[in-house]
């Protein structure tokens, strides 16, 4: 099927270089011909839903139209139609070269005298009526005329431009194979789908498994396209972890580490285009994996003279509290429901104790942000570490992006600085954050 709308063709963004290399032959030959040449008007890369009876899909492609005026010596020439014309009943079959306005197309069609030549004024029996518009005036030309009154060859141009428009339709033209090949799918919406699959499934590679954690988040993306439409809703804490591998992404550009890398140039590339297809989606998954691994290398060992030597904070104080890296987590389950008991020690190595009410899935190295109410500060002896600990209790907590924390914590230096709108986070007490 041709992936049209009304008069204009568009054509996969991949298949542009062979279809300007088309073009420029048919031009050649125009131009040996000392005809004008036939211009193309490319908009582009746009990304259109296509659909195939019960499924779309996303393609990239170029909108392409190709120029109908043309320079003549004699003034700009626009090919309205081209009239056959009966020769006993002078009915008329009319070919157009444009959409043409209401006015137009009366002159095209409801003329009196179909066969009057508006070139040379005789009226005899002719069986191709040219209809142009030439520096604004509308004239009927017969064929044996035309090229007189134009000044160029209209009918070796206008042959130029048929083979022009079969090759756009040639290349405009997709099926089942090519769409799997070339369909897209939003860089945002794959990432949420790709961190929720790997949540679910583990991460997989073609190598291990013979099926690709990518590609199958890929084909799970699609089908809820389909079925949701445009923008599919995720959990909270999937469109955070989406948001987080985006940004370590976008931040490789300032990175001297790994800006000049063929691995993080490929994933921005892919990020700023902000579509990927499914041989792609392999690349753009792993991005998941190196995020991951980023996040347990900036987790630093915990050597046991520099913990938890001094209390932090009045009790009662409310504190937004960044970069704190979890020592701890256990999970109790009691007849109140589940708590969760988490340690942690922020950048100055204070330890931190929370315990929460409901399930919480942190572990030990992960980097979280939070806001929470100081309690009464506790010391205790340490086995393991064999010195007196210093522990700063917390309560009432919430959990908190790197973003949101950086705005609290700006906020709390100047309290008139306005919070931007964020998407709604789920309770900390009813669901895990992250
Ligand atoms: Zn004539």
Known sequence: MQIRHQQERYVLETRMPLLQQRIDAINEKLRASKAPLIEMNITGPIIRRIHFGLYSRLLPVMKVELNRELDGPKGEVKMLALSTVDKTTQWMEHKTFTKLTPEQDVQVRLTDTPCLCDH???????????????????KRVGSGCVDEF????????????????????????????????????????FLKEAVMHTKEHGYLTFNESGRSSGYEAFQALGDRLDAEGDSPTYPAEVVEKAKAVRDHILKAEADPERRDKDYWCNLLSLVKYGHLTMRQSSLLCSS??????????????????????EHFGKEGERLPLKNMQVASAYVDEGEWGYTTKITMYDEKNRLFEWKASGRFEVKPGDIVHLVGTLGKPETFESKKYEKIMYKNTLKRCKFHSLEEIDELIEKGKNPKAKRRPKEPMPEAETQPVW
């Open 150 to 189: 134009a000044g160029l060859s209209i009918r070796s141009w206008q042959a130029a431009y048929e083979k022009a428009v079969e090759s756009i339709e040639k290349y405009s033209d997709v099926d089942f194979s090519v769409v799997d090949d070339h369909s897209v799918v939003p860089v945002m919406d």
């Open 120 to 138: 040379c004024g005789t009226n005899r029996i002719r069986v191709y009526m040219y209809t142009l518009e030439i520096n604004n005036e509308i």
């Open 288 to 309: 998941i994996k190196s995020y991951e691994t980023h996040l347990s290398k900036m987790a630093k060992p915990l050597e046991g003279a520099s913990l938890a030597n």
